[in-house]
């Protein structure tokens, strides 16, 4: 910590992993940084109910791992050695969009299968192994304290959850909301007297239904996981990826209401209906070890607080807070890994109109998982939203690219590296890229086989 720096004391709205990753940049620049959380977190890995995704599938991106190991030195190491799956993400999980499969082939990118309980809790763990760090459970953030004099936050009105009704009142220089989605920010802005930022939502109405398999080494031909994503005829997705415990994770769901069944029949047949067959050669003779969990997903929405001309001293909002993408793309995790950087680097320069630049860096680092995010879902003709000429092209091309990344090995890993927002979109479009794509289709595409007795 810079011995210059003036501020004392930081507090985080929230101890999921935005909250959490939040608070690792703060730590740098604080002399204390206390978490609070109006859950009672677990001593096991566990779902809890402020994480109702918790219990689903989750990916973590190798941007988002490679994060993580930066910002907690060992971390890959000691996740791989309490059980979680590492390996080749190209080379070790199916990828099927736009009627093929992506090339599987050695490659550089290496990810981390591991569930949502485990993962929050090792990173919280982490975290608190720093001596300046605290964390205060079972306790609710009614509100941030604001001085309207002073035009800033000086801390937060909280009540301990199943003790006293009366409110405490904690002190700090600086107040991050890490709340997520249904963040109370615009409203408290408002009733500062300051502008709420402007709000983007493209509605999915996204169901899916997850449940736990035991895992066998015979299942999925070795592979750690399998994607088939959502694309025509049915716009139907399934997700099959390895846990720690020997156990499968699988999620499958649908847009627009048309979501998984949480009945053992109607499940099994929805995974039968996937225009390939190995999530449903798994679940159909698999052990089931809990029970069939569905979740809803109503929109993406992002928070433009970068457009805003004045901003509270003293606070900040991070993470879903900002913006929350369609879970099924994996990408919030990784987002908030991204972010927990640009706030470091943001408040090395000190925390004087340090909103505005953080904002600023956090939208550069939302508009790309934003435009794969949305530009995928508005691939799906019922979904609203505008589709620009730029968004028609590249979902297009993107097509074409996934065609002929079925037999090349390079192609594959290049799409990947964009995916996990290892490199920009424009990679894609590198002329030597673009060639072999337009070489890849020269050739007569593989016919595809629709399960039989699909529903649509």
């Not at 402020?50 to 490679?66: I, K, N, S, Y």
């Not at 959850?161 to 890490?178: C, K, L, R, T």
């Not at 709420?196 to 070795?222: A, F, M, S, W």
């Not at 609203?384 to 979902?395: D, K, L, S, Y």
Request: hydrophobic share 40%; with cysteine.
């Amino acid at each position: 910590m810079p011995k210059d720096h003036p501020n004392k004391r930081a507090i985080v709205i929230g101890a999921s992993m935005g909250g959490l990753l939040a608070a690792r940049a703060l730590a740098d620049y604080f002399d204390e940084v206390t978490v609070v959380e109006r859950d009672a977190l677990p001593d096991v890995h566990e779902p809890r109910k402020g994480v109702p995704q918790g219990r689903h599938a989750h990916g973590l991106l190798a941007r988002g791992r490679e994060v993580l190991e930066e910002l907690f030195p060992g971390f890959t190491e000691e996740m791989v050695a309490q059980g979680a799956t590492s390996g080749d993400i190209v080379d070790k999980v199916l990828w099927f969009n736009h009627g093929f499969y992506l090339c599987n082939s050695p490659s550089k990118l290496f990810g981390l299968a591991i569930s949502r309980p485990m993962l929050e809790g090792n990173v919280r763990r982490r975290l608190l192994q720093l001596p300046n760090v605290r964390l205060r459970e079972r306790c609710a953030v009614l509100e941030p304290a604001f001085d309207g004099a002073q035009g800033r936050v000086t801390g937060v009105r909280v009540q301990s959850q199943g003790g006293s009704d009366v409110a405490q009142m904690m002190n700090a220089d600086f107040v991050v909301d890490a709340s997520g989605r249904g963040s109370s920010s615009p409203a408290w802005l408002d009733a500062w007297g300051y502008p709420r930022p402007r709000e983007e939502l493209i509605k999915i109405n996204l169901g899916y239904v997850t449940r736990q398999y035991r895992r066998l080494p015979e299942h999925l031909r070795g592979k750690s996981g399998a994607i088939i994503a959502a694309c025509p005829p049915d716009w139907r997705f399934g997700v099959i990826l390895s846990q720690e415990g020997d156990r499968w994770i699988v999620t499958l769901g649908g847009y627009l209401g048309d979501h998984a069944p949480t009945n053992d029949n109607g499940f099994v047949d929805f995974a039968r209906s996937l225009q390939k067959p190995e999530i449903f050669d798994v679940v159909r003779v698999a052990e089931p070890l809990c029970p069939l969990m569905p979740y809803q997903f109503s929109a993406n929405l992002r928070r433009h607080y970068e457009e805003l001309s004045r901003f509270p001293a003293g606070f900040l909002v991070f993470g879903d807070a900002l913006c929350s993408f369609n879970p099924v793309y994996g990408q919030g995790m990784t987002v908030a890994c991204m972010e927990s950087l640009a706030l470091r680097e943001c408040l090395a320069a000190g925390t004087q109109e340090v909103a505005g630049r953080f904002f600023g860096a956090a939208s550069r680092l939302i508009d790309i998982p934003w435009q794969i995010a949305v530009g995928s879902d508005l691939q799906h003709p019922r979904v609203e939203g505008q589709r620009t000429a730029q968004i028609r092209f590249i979902n297009w091309y993107i097509a074409k690219f996934y065609r002929a990344a079925q037999d090349d090995a390079v192609l594959a890993s290049r799409f990947l590296e964009v995916a996990n927002l290892m490199r920009l979109p424009a990679a894609l479009f590198d002329p030597q890229i673009a060639f072999r794509v337009w070489k890849g289709n020269r050739a007569p595409a593989r016919m595809i086989t629709v399960p039989v007795g699909r529903t649509t």
